[in-house]
């Protein structure tokens, strides 16, 4: 009945705890349906490809993450669109602009390796995973000089901007997913966010390795089973059942996710 719409299982955080079949099974364990493993860049999209060969209920997208793009080599983005034709390549992503640190890729070289990979997103008709941080104006910006390339949608995924920032991805006909930082203590513009957002365009995602939702925040590494108690604080913020919301977000997953089979 949950869906982890963002995760990373193609580390090796968790060869101790079982590997990749440990982490499914935990997973169906806990009601956990679908996974979307997102790769970052060419060797972990590649990885996620197998993945999503190899288990039934895993899905995957490929593109190279801002933070990475130094990795990004010639040839490396012809792959990346090789890897999006799958039919289980769901979204291109995550791809974006990550102003956190200091010893990030160039301003300049984010922005321009972000559109092409919006433009791979357009040619295959395919949907974007954005990961933005520390740089909201600047993704809304870029995001909207680019609308045209947004034919499919897109999810910003862990959202963490203003309500009111909120309302202008929303224009662009944008989905968002929260992940473990909607459970923690004092997130009250995650909070403030999540009652913003219509539910129709609301999704779930741990984003694990890292993330772990309360009650076990701190812990590492996180996994898709904790999913369910992201949805739990997500419906408890709506209002709805978790059942309700649950079956809402499997539904909206399934309408920005086409290529997820039943
Ligand atoms: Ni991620």
């Keep these: 009945m949950f869906i982890d719409a963002h995760c990373h299982i193609t580390g090796d955080e968790f060869d101790e705890k079982g590997g990749v079949a440990g982490v499914l099974e935990r997973a169906k364990a806990h009601g956990v349906q679908k996974i979307v493993c997102s790769g970052f860049d060419l060797a972990s999209s590649i990885r996620a490809k197998e993945l999503a060969e190899t288990y039934a209920e895993v899905y995957f997208c490929a593109g190279f993450h801002p933070s990475e793009l130094n990795k990004c080599q010639e040839g490396d983005l012809d ?128 984003d694990c390795p890292y993330l772990t939702p309360a009650p076990f925040r701190g812990e590492f590494p996180n996994e898709p089973k904790n999913v369910k108690y992201v949805v739990e604080r997500l419906a408890e913020l709506k209002g709805l059942s978790v059942q309700e919301l649950a079956k809402q977000i499997e539904k909206n997953a399934k309408e920005l996710f086409f290529k997820i089979e039943n």
């Design 79 to 206: 792959k990346i669109k090789s890897l999006c034709q799958h039919k289980k390549c769901v979204a291109v992503g995550e791809i974006g602009l990550d102003y956190h640190f200091d010893d990030n890729p160039k301003d300049e070289v984010q922005r321009m390796l972000f559109v092409q990979q919006l433009i791979i997103a357009d040619e295959l008709g395919l949907p974007v995973v954005i990961h933005s941080r520390d740089s909201a104006q600047e993704t809304l910006l870029l995001l909207q000089r680019n609308k045209d390339l947004l034919k499919k949608g897109g999810l910003m995924h862990c959202y963490s901007y203003s309500p009111e920032m909120a309302d202008e991805f929303l224009k662009l006909g944008l989905h968002f997913s929260f992940g473990g930082p909607a459970t923690f203590k004092n997130a009250k513009k995650v909070w403030e966010s999540v009652q913003r957002i219509p539910t129709h365009r609301l999704l779930s995602e741990t």
